[in-house]
Structures are given as structure tokens and as C-alpha cells.
């Protein structure tokens, strides 16, 4: 099963706008994360954010985190052709064992 | 390589058979993870290690599916009798073991096709 919902499942954007993609999750969680998955490719870690944070910046990323929304955000800000991929994000259920539950993803795009 | 390595890369097989799948972590990782992404769909957790026993395999689809990490290094995903519902890519993902689940690196994954 999956936890989180990521929303949309898919956006198509020019290069140089923001993307912002959304999740929701449904139990406690100890953290956050998103990942990033080129097609055909594994995943790759981009950030995680930790329960008692509420945002967290790595380079072009922003992550947010409301806990009592039990949802997250990313931004990706002056999109480039090569951010087209899919992404992710996982949380770690705080009553769930040491395991990422991951949600659908969604399938960005970004046109030169 | 310093990454998570799987093998093969892609095993095509008939309805029926046997497969085994590698993955080789990261040196120093005691957290291993297999996870299953079917087409357009996130990935979904099938068992998780911690050194050479099996921490949590809640995942498992069915008896068919097991896995094993005899020396809590490398594991191997095995599939008796194989269905097409089974066709998907097999990732694997290492982690330093840590109060909460870090960060997961992952393998480029293990396309299985049934036909």
C-alpha cells in the first residue's frame, strides 16, 4: 500500500518557471523525504525534512512540512530541462518499522 | 563502484519459472530493502534487513516471494513459480542503520518480465 498522494500526478512547465508538486500523508511520521527518479533509472535522495521542521532548502529546492495538514510541498525553483523526471516522496511512519513508505509520484516536465 | 548494485539489469522468464535477483549495497551498510514499482506507480516495500535477518517482511506479496542476506552483505530476492502479475521492476536500497529510517540509496533496479 501506498501512503502519501502526490498531487499533481503530472506537470509540464518551461524552463526558467517553478514547479511546485504536493504530497499528502496519512499517519505520524518521524521524516519526510523526497526522491527524485530519472526513466529507467533507481532513485536518488533530494532532501528530507524531519517532524519538527516545517521547511528545509537544499540548492533549488524548498521543502515544507505541516504536520497538522499531514502534507508536504516541494519547489523547485528555475526549472531546468534536465529537473524532468519523476518525484517522490517517502515517510517514515512513526509506528511503521525502519522503511520508507513511498507515494505515486509525480511525472514533471520541463520544456527548453 | 561505491553504489548499490543489482543483477540483471533485465530477466525475462516464462510463467513458472524460478528467478533470483541480486543486490549487492553499499560497504558498511547494515540496512538492506527491497522494494517492487509496477509502470507509473511509486515504489512498493516487499521486505527490509537489518545485518542478516529479516527486520520486517510484511511486503511480501505471497510464499512465492523470499529473500535472503546470509553474510548481511549481499541479498537475494528469489520467485518461485513464477505469474506475469509479478513482471515489474525489483529495486534495492541500502542504509546506514540510524534511530529512523535516512536516507536510502538506491540500485538502478531489476526489470522482470513473465511472459
Known amino acids: 500500500s501506498q501512503q502519501g498522494e502526490e498531487d499533481p500526478q503530472a506537470l509540464s512547465i518551461q524552463e526558467g518557471e517553478n514547479a511546485t508538486m504536493n504530497c499528502s500523508y496519512k499517519?505520524?511520521?518521524?521524516?519526510l523525504q523526497w526522491y527524485r527518479q530519472n526513466s529507467g533509472r533507481g532513485l536518488v535522495h533530494l532532501i528530507l525534512?524531519?517532524?519538527?521542521?516545517r521547511e528545509k532548502h537544499s540548492g533549488r529546492l524548498r521543502v515544507t512540512l505541516d504536520t497538522s495538514k499531514k502534507s508536504s510541498s516541494l519547489l523547485i525553483t528555475a526549472s531546468r530541462a534536465a529537473d524532468t523526471a519523476s518525484y517522490f516522496c517517502?515517510?517514515?511512519?512513526?509506528?511503521?518499522?525502519?522503511?520508507?513508505?513511498f507515494g505515486g509520484g509525480t511525472r514533471l516536465m520541463v520544456k527548453p | 563502484g561505491a553504489g548499490v548494485s543489482q543483477t540483471p539489469s533485465n530477466k525475462v522468464t516464462e510463467k513458472g519459472k524460478y528467478v533470483e535477483l541480486r543486490c549487492d549495497p553499499i560497504?558498511?551498510?547494515?540496512?538492506l530493502y527491497w522494494y517492487r514499482q509496477s509502470l507509473g506507480q511509486g515504489p512498493e516495500f516487499l521486505i527490509y534487513f537489518q545485518g542478516t535477518g529479516a527486520a520486517d517482511d510484511s511486503g511480501l506479496p505471497n510464499d512465492r516471494f523470499f529473500a535472503v542476506r546470509p553474510e548481511g552483505s549481499v541479498s537475494t530476492l528469489k520467485i518461485q513459480r513464477t505469474e506475469r502479475g509479478d513482471s515489474a521492476v525489483y529495486l534495492c536500497?541500502?542504509?546506514?542503520?540510524?534511530?529512523?529510517?535516512?536516507?536510502?540509496?538506491f540500485g538502478e533496479g531489476s526489470r522482470l518480465t513473465v511472459l
Open positions: 499517519t505520524s511520521i518521524n521524516n
Open positions: 536500497a541500502s542504509s546506514l542503520r540510524g534511530k529512523n529510517t535516512g536516507e536510502l540509496f
Open positions: 525534512i524531519r517532524s519538527n521542521e
Open positions: 560497504s558498511g551498510h547494515t540496512a
Open positions: 517517502a515517510t517514515d511512519e512513526r509506528n511503521a518499522g525502519n522503511m520508507l513508505t
